[in-house]
């Protein structure tokens, strides 16, 4: 059965008496004492001397693990034990010539023409300049394994050796192992051994003050690392700490999120990224070279599966997380400035319409009232005409109203609210509008789940809401159609829904309903709805519009119920 120790394999292999010198790179420390202790138990069962050369703290575990095994160290006078720092080193300095204290202490054996072997544990220091003390042990010690026959196996660390000190190393031992095999050294010449010359010497040097420099460079990047390691920690905290969303990526994967960007985006796996609110604007900023390059504070606007719209400035800059480049962005929510900012500009062309409003008002009142103080006259006259008269007189006073409702753009006037049933008063506009709607083969539908729904309101205006919407709803019926009138009470309030049957209005112009001067006609002003949004919110109601385009427009009411 094939021993699974390399260093039994090798030293039955080595043949007896020549000496055999063995460079021994161990990885694993476990498997470093399993072949020390083989090498230690065949010494002692064919009766050689044996010298182990470690730390104390190995000696005492290599003594313990030998007792363990059924040999009684008393007995064995033959097995030396020695510290590698006496060993090795004179004071903190290792030193080659060292390799003559172990020889005297092994020469009462070599004197008995007795069978050797020898385990030393080599300890390098990190910076003394030791190459060329290293060759210079390794010559005396060749020297000695070859004259007297001796098995030795000189081990080093093959995680912390560099490897221009193992290429060295190999020049000097006929044998190389691992914790695992072993072969023959193929830079293994007995002339290395000779006297360095001078440009040998000049090479040694160089070659470890080389590596004397990388130390120090590794030394100083490896606490450079721990600084940046212990300054991402505070980073991190003081981030988490932030009143603001605050988000660390790399592309689409999310590496840190403080606290309140978790709650706000509700990101629960930060590797997660379908669903991702977010990735809409990772994209936008990725594809930008602009983004990058400029470092500018960019406004976004997410949108949630709830339909809810936030708007936030987002600051982005290049930064480094656990080594690697990042992007951190973070969010200031602007939303409730976007909407004031909306309700400025808003409040800026009302001004501005009301103004208008108002010159249109004022030529519209005088001739109307010059109008009617000559129907007045005509009125007392004798001619049957009392009908037609009592009818005109109720259009120029249906004109006068109107214009006062114009002139109301400009100033505040008094007006007196009442409560009113709002669906005899959508009745009313229908009937006034009947004739029209059947002249373009139009229909006005009301639907209403009671007959009695009262708000509290000001009638004229509140005709006039629902005027100009059926008027707009006729106007986008170039075909003819139905519009159809659908009133609801409503835990909130009384919901009023005016559908059409139109050509609809794209989404990218939904916003900007009711806006002054903005229309979709060729003809219009944009005033009209623009009036109706107005006088719904003076009563504390809502208007709100959906349409789809080929399908039609809805426009939803709701106020107040009494």
Same mark, same amino acid.
């Given at each position: 059965?094939? /021993? ?14 020549? !000496?055999?010198?063995?460079? &021994? ?16 138990? /065949? !010494? ?48 903190? *300095?290792? /030193? ?43 010559? +005396?010690?060749? +020297? ?13 660390? !093959? ?19 691992? /914790? ?27 070659? %470890? ?7 120090? +460079?590794?030394?100083?990047? =490896? ?25 660390? *990526? ?42 990058? %390059?400029?470092?500018?504070? +960019?406004?976004?606007?997410?949108? &949630? ?57 004022? %030529? ?15 009125? =007392? ?18 004109? %006068?109203?109107?214009?006062s409702e114009l002139l109301s753009l400009a100033k505040p006037h008094s007006e007196s609210r009442s409560d009113h049933n709002l669906v005899q008063l959508i009745r009313e506009v229908a009937i006034l509008l009947t004739p029209q709607a059947n002249w373009g083969n139009m229909q006005i539908e009301i639907q209403s789940d009671q007959e009695q729904l009262y708000v509290h309101c000001e009638d004229t205006k509140m005709k006039q809401v629902f005027i100009n919407l059926i008027k707009n709803a006729m106007d986008a019926m170039s075909h003819g159609g139905t519009i159809s009138i659908v009133i609801r009470q409503q835990p909130d309030g009384v919901q009023v829904q005016v559908t059409d049957e139109g050509s609809g209005i794209p989404p990218q112009l939904l916003n900007k309903i009711g806006e002054p001067f903005y229309t979709t006609k060729e003809k219009g002003t944009g005033l009209g709805l623009m009036v109706c949004f107005q006088i719904i919110e003076s009563h504390a109601g809502t208007i709100h ?18």
């Amino acid at each position: 059965m094939r /021993d699974n120790f390399p260093i039994t394999r090798l030293t039955h292999f080595c043949k007896q008496g020549t !000496g055999t010198h063995i460079l &021994y790179m161990y990885n694993e420390i476990d498997q470093y004492m399993a072949n020390a202790v083989r090498f230690i138990i /065949d !010494g002692l069962v064919n009766r050689e001397a044996v010298l182990f050369v470690d730390t104390e703290h190995r000696i005492a575990a290599m003594r313990e693990e030998l007792e363990s095994r059924g040999f009684p160290l008393e007995r064995y006078h033959n097995l030396i034990f020695t510290d590698s720092a006496r060993a090795y080193y004179a004071g903190d *300095r290792f /030193d080659g010539g060292q390799a003559g204290k172990l020889i005297d202490l092994i020469q009462p054996f070599v004197e008995k023409n007795e069978k050797i072997r020898t385990w030393g544990q080599v300890l390098l220091p990190d910076r003394d300049v030791v190459l060329e003390q290293l060759r210079t042990f390794e010559y +005396h010690s060749d +020297h000695f394994i070859e004259r007297t026959g001796t098995i030795s196996v000189c081990a080093y660390n !093959g995680l912390t050796t560099p490897a221009y000190i193992q290429n060295e190393l190999l020049k000097s031992h006929n044998y190389f192992m691992t /914790d695992t095999e072993f072969s023959a050294s193929p830079l293994y010449s007995r002339d290395h051994l000779a006297t360095f010359n001078g440009e040998e010497l000049d090479r040694l040097r160089r070659l %470890e003050q080389q590596m004397i420099e990388l130390k120090d +460079h590794n030394d100083r990047l =490896t606490v450079e690392n721990k600084l940046i390691a212990q300054n991402e920690q505070k980073v991190r905290i003081i981030i988490d700490q932030l009143p603001i969303p605050v988000i660390i *990526r790399r592309k689409a994967r999310i590496l840190f999120q403080n606290g309140v960007a978790q709650r706000i985006f509700t990101i629960n796996d930060e590797d997660a990224v379908e669903g991702n609110l977010l990735l809409p604007f990772f994209d936008a900023y990725d594809t930008d070279p602009a983004a990058v %390059e400029d470092k500018k504070v +960019h406004q976004h606007e997410l949108s &949630y599966k709830n339909g809810k719209k936030t708007h936030y400035l987002i600051q982005s800059i290049e930064t480094m997380y656990e080594g690697e480049a990042a992007i951190l962005h973070s969010f200031v929510d602007i939303t409730h400035e976007k909407e004031s900012e909306k309700l400025i500009l808003r409040s800026e062309k009302l001004n501005i319409a009301g103004e208008l409003a108002a010159g249109i008002a004022h %030529e519209l009142r005088n001739p109307l009232t010059a109008i009617k103080g000559f129907f007045r006259m005509l009125k =007392t006259s004798n001619d049957k005409k009392q009908l037609y008269y009592s009818v005109i007189e109720e259009e120029l006073s249906r004109i %006068e109203q109107i214009s006062s409702e114009l002139l109301s753009l400009a100033k505040p006037h008094s007006e007196s609210r009442s409560d009113h049933n709002l669906v005899q008063l959508i009745r009313e506009v229908a009937i006034l509008l009947t004739p029209q709607a059947n002249w373009g083969n139009m229909q006005i539908e009301i639907q209403s789940d009671q007959e009695q729904l009262y708000v509290h309101c000001e009638d004229t205006k509140m005709k006039q809401v629902f005027i100009n919407l059926i008027k707009n709803a006729m106007d986008a019926m170039s075909h003819g159609g139905t519009i159809s009138i659908v009133i609801r009470q409503q835990p909130d309030g009384v919901q009023v829904q005016v559908t059409d049957e139109g050509s609809g209005i794209p989404p990218q112009l939904l916003n900007k309903i009711g806006e002054p001067f903005y229309t979709t006609k060729e003809k219009g002003t944009g005033l009209g709805l623009m009036v109706c949004f107005q006088i719904i919110e003076s009563h504390a109601g809502t208007i709100h519009v959906d349409s789809k385009v080929g399908i039609g427009t809805t426009f939803t009411i709701i106020l107040p119920h009494v």
